[in-house]
């Protein structure tokens, strides 16, 4: 195995968007800069209820190290929390908090479903298990897996990252998303 | 042997005060069952627990027999000093189960009595708080109760082509 010296030649800077260049300055729209920042500046919330979020655990770890992607910081408060990572099994009765959880996030929020179980159920297909978190909340990412690889979890975390990198400044306040929350009852 | 001849003890107290609640006797993997009529239930674990000193409520749970259309409770007691242990199963229908409530005598029946009507739907009377403790408050139904085929055959959310079945 070859060693690969760490040094700031390595750092890998991510790419400026789009823009006008000049000497002394750099002009681009003031959406791709808040992309660019929010995309690499990710607060998840892991909403962890079983094995999916042991997953997680290996995921943060210094293995895998989901801070090379700036989601390092965790919230534990729903306030400051940028993403909601709900992985593992979401009982019926667990639903309603799941979804306080999400109501209580402040706008933007995205939500990675991690797992079978939190995407569909799973193999508990049963009276007591929510058949998938998307009959309670909106979902933007599924991580499919039982439980998935922390890979798979890091490529959901990206596949996120190019949602919040391209979203619209209005998204939020368009008829559009309000009328998808209230597909959900919420608001 | 000495174990055999100590249950049979049991037994015989319980055949000379209750005489007319025993209907069998059996031992299934070593562990004496008593069947017994519903009506004296909680004065018989009464008595155990006062004159046998079967002091300590193991667990309490709900059976159901679809065949004979019976629910039956099942108590598990245990007497510490010696270590002997002793089931008390009775039979009640599946329409109207109804069984007086076991707190009085161990208050620790109160959660499992709970467990016992959210998923069979026993009627323990005068249990001080019988609500649903595990599923969700508004569900309908008494999941363990097998008079539910394994899934329901008409969902259309989880179909064949997309969850290989």
């Known amino acids: 195995m070859r060693m690969e010296t760490v040094s700031l030649n390595n750092v890998k800077v991510s790419e400026s968007p789009e823009g006008l260049e000049g000497a002394g300055f750099f002009a681009t729209s003031l959406e791709k800069a808040v992309g660019l920042a929010r995309k690499n500046s990710i607060w998840p919330l892991p909403f962890a209820t079983s094995c999916c979020g042991i997953e997680f655990m290996a995921t943060m770890g210094s293995h895998y190290d989901l801070a090379r992607f700036g989601a390092e910081r965790l919230s534990f408060s729903p306030r400051q929390a940028d993403l909601l990572m709900v992985m593992g099994t979401i009982a019926k009765k667990m639903g309603p908090i799941l979804r306080q959880v999400y109501e209580q996030m402040a706008e933007p929020r995205w939500v990675l479903s991690v797992g079978a179980c939190a995407s569909s159920g799973g193999i508990f297909d049963t009276y007591s298990v929510l058949q998938g978190i998307d009959r309670i909340i909106p979902v933007d990412v599924y991580v499919p897996g039982c439980p998935p690889r922390p890979e798979q979890i890091i490529d959901g975390i990206l596949n996120i990252q190019k949602l919040v990198e391209t979203e619209s400044l209005r998204r939020r306040d368009s008829k559009e998303y309000k009328d998808m929350l209230n597909k959900y009852g919420i608001e | ?165």
């Open chain 2, 1 to 165: 042997m000495e174990e055999v001849i100590a249950e049979e003890k049991i037994v015989t107290v319980l055949r000379e005060k209750f005489a007319d609640e025993i209907i069998s006797v059996e031992s299934p993997y070593k562990f004496l069952t008593v069947t017994l009529k519903a009506d004296k239930i909680i004065e018989i674990i009464k008595f155990l627990y006062d004159q046998e000193k079967y002091q300590y409520l193991t667990t309490l749970c709900g059976i159901h027999y679809p065949d004979q259309k019976s629910i039956v409770v099942m108590y598990q007691l245990h007497k510490l000093t010696e270590n002997k242990r002793i089931r008390l199963k009775i039979a009640l229908s599946e329409e109207n189960p109804v069984v007086p409530t076991l707190t009085t005598v161990f208050p620790a029946a109160n959660w499992m009595e709970r467990e016992t009507y959210d998923f069979y739907g026993v009627i323990f009377e005068g249990h001080p708080n019988l609500i649903r403790i595990l599923n969700v408050e508004e569900m309908t139904i008494f999941p363990m109760r097998k008079e539910y085929p394994l899934e329901d055959q008409s969902r259309e959310d989880k179909n064949n082509q997309m969850f290989g079945r």
